[in-house]
């Protein structure tokens, strides 16, 4: 088992490149500034990621961890503890692609994976 601590100072998520290929797609659809990255809590182990379209990021609660001419990702301040170290893909199931975290803070995880516990 591998432990990771918060080291504030280096926040990090991370992107393959196929999610970094969709989101920056999606991104443009939206005519978006960027996607805020976030979790709430809900679902049958205590979080549930969230990805949402931006057209304003607040600097007081918003954390830019990428930042490139097409794609910019945001956290949130609150959220940052949960998903440091947090790497976002997309793979396609059938017809239908899907965004997957891989995140090494998480202790369990609901069968369909949208929720999460630490």
């Known amino acids: 088992m591998t432990v990771m601590t918060f080291e504030p100072s280096k926040p990090s998520v991370s992107l393959s490149d196929s ?3 969709f989101l920056t797609q999606k991104i443009k ?3 978006a500034v960027g996607l805020c990255f976030s979790v709430k809590k809900s679902g049958c182990n205590g979080f549930k990621y969230v990805l949402d379209f931006i057209d304003k990021p607040s600097t007081e609660e918003h954390l830019v961890i990428i930042n490139d001419d ?3 990702l945001y956290v949130t301040q609150e ?3 949960y998903v440091n170290g947090t790497e976002i893909d ?3 199931e059938g017809l239908n692609k899907v ?3 891989i995140n090494p ?3 369990a995880e609901c ?3 949208e929720s999460f516990s630490v």
């Open 79 to 81: 959220a940052l503890p």
């Open 90 to 92: 997309c793979v396609t």
């Open 111 to 113: 069968g369909c994976g």
């Open 70 to 72: 097409e794609l910019k």
């Open 19 to 21: 999610a970094r290929t």
């Open 105 to 107: 803070n998480s202790s």
């Open 29 to 31: 659809i939206k005519h």
């Open 99 to 101: 965004i997957k975290f």
